[in-house]
């Protein structure tokens, strides 16, 4: 009996003994071993330490890059020929925009590798491939053009890697979804909100990138004729931009609902301007006019990406409270800090 009592008392004192966390590997004096971090913290999320960057994705970069700095060299050329000989020619307006879209190409490329974003790099492969078919259209056109001789032969050859090389990041990406693992666990539920708030994002930067490129094609169509309702437009277009993108981006990282209502009615305007655009070309437009026929062309776009990225928002604000900046951002509130508690906590085993 005496021995039974004793027994239980030190079965009952291993019980409400706490239990003590498992030796690490680098808790080991001497051994001076420390995992390899492979993640670092930063304002935009977690991005992915230079050593992770693969082979392949190396390969991608050099290519991408050198085909990208070399677009950019030869239309920087074409734009200073054209000012020299106060050219205003669509060629001058299309140079510009080519400039635009590429320095956005060269950011695609490195924020793609470096966050394992799948949909900038599809952006990326998407931007190629329309500078691919300007760049022979350009070429068909003037062939006796050193400058576009040249552009057309290396975007030939360099291209078709790029899109090939970046479809097949794009799809690893995609798919395998490392860098959301490792940013908010294995929760299949966290993965989603955090793929779907990443998607919002690239949106942002290609609403960007759109709404800059219908700055200048709106200007070079209006250089002649150009309205008071125009000037002042397209004077804040650009800065209204830069402000609505960031109030997007807050909007998500803070989880505040009050920026998100800021943030819709503000949407309202480009889609505004954009319509009225579109309808005021398309009445005057000549099949011929290369300028009114882009500027059609990316409204439609923008307008349509537009709407994509407000109901992306939407969704994206449901998903508000579920603990994803936390894990995102490294943030704590009342709400969201108590969920990932509770996603620590073990659930009492059965009697």
Aim: glycine share 6%.
């Amino acid at each position: 009996m005496f021995s039974y009592q004793m027994d239980s008392v030190k079965a009952d004192e291993t019980v409400d003994r706490p239990a003590t966390p498992p030796i690490r590997f680098e808790d080991i004096p001497g051994l001076n071993i420390r995992p390899e971090q492979t993640t670092v913290d930063t304002v935009l999320g977690k991005r992915r330490t230079i050593k992770t960057i693969t082979t392949i994705e190396i390969a991608f970069i050099v290519i991408a890059v050198i085909g990208i700095l070399s677009t950019i060299g030869l239309t920087i050329t074409v734009i200073v020929n054209e000012v020299k000989d106060a050219n205003t020619s669509s060629d001058l307006i299309f140079a510009i925009v080519l400039l635009i879209n590429a320095l956005f190409c060269l950011y695609y490329i490195c924020d793609g590798v470096l966050f394992e974003s799948a949909y900038e790099i599809v952006v990326f492969v998407g931007a190629t491939t329309i500078l691919l078919i300007y760049c022979i259209i350009s070429f068909s056109q003037d062939k006796d053009d050193v400058i576009k001789t040249v552009r057309f032969y290396m975007i030939i050859v360099l291209g078709p890697f790029c899109v090939v090389l970046g479809s097949l990041l794009a799809k690893s990406y995609y798919e395998s979804k490392n860098i959301i693992f490792r940013t908010v666990g294995a929760s299949v539920e966290l993965q989603d909100m955090c793929g779907l708030m990443l998607f919002f994002q690239t949106l942002l930067k290609f609403d960007l990138q759109l709404e800059v490129s219908m700055v200048v094609f709106v200007l070079s169509d209006s250089m002649d004729n150009i309205g008071t309702t125009d000037i002042i437009v397209l004077s804040v277009g650009v800065v209204y931009s830069l402000v609505w993108v960031a109030l997007g981006f807050f909007s998500v990282r803070y989880e505040s609902k009050k920026l998100v209502i800021l943030f819709f009615l503000t949407s309202i305007a480009e889609p505004a301007y954009i319509i009225y655009k579109v309808i005021d070309v398309w009445v005057i437009a000549d099949e011929e006019d290369l300028i009114k026929s882009a500027i059609i062309t990316c409204g439609i776009i923008g307008l349509i990406i537009r709407i994509v990225v407000c109901i992306t928002m939407y969704f994206v604000t449901k998903n508000f409270g579920n603990g994803l900046k936390e894990k995102v951002y490294g943030q704590s509130s009342g709400d969201t800090a108590a969920v990932i508690g509770n996603e620590s906590q073990v659930p009492p085993q059965g009697v």
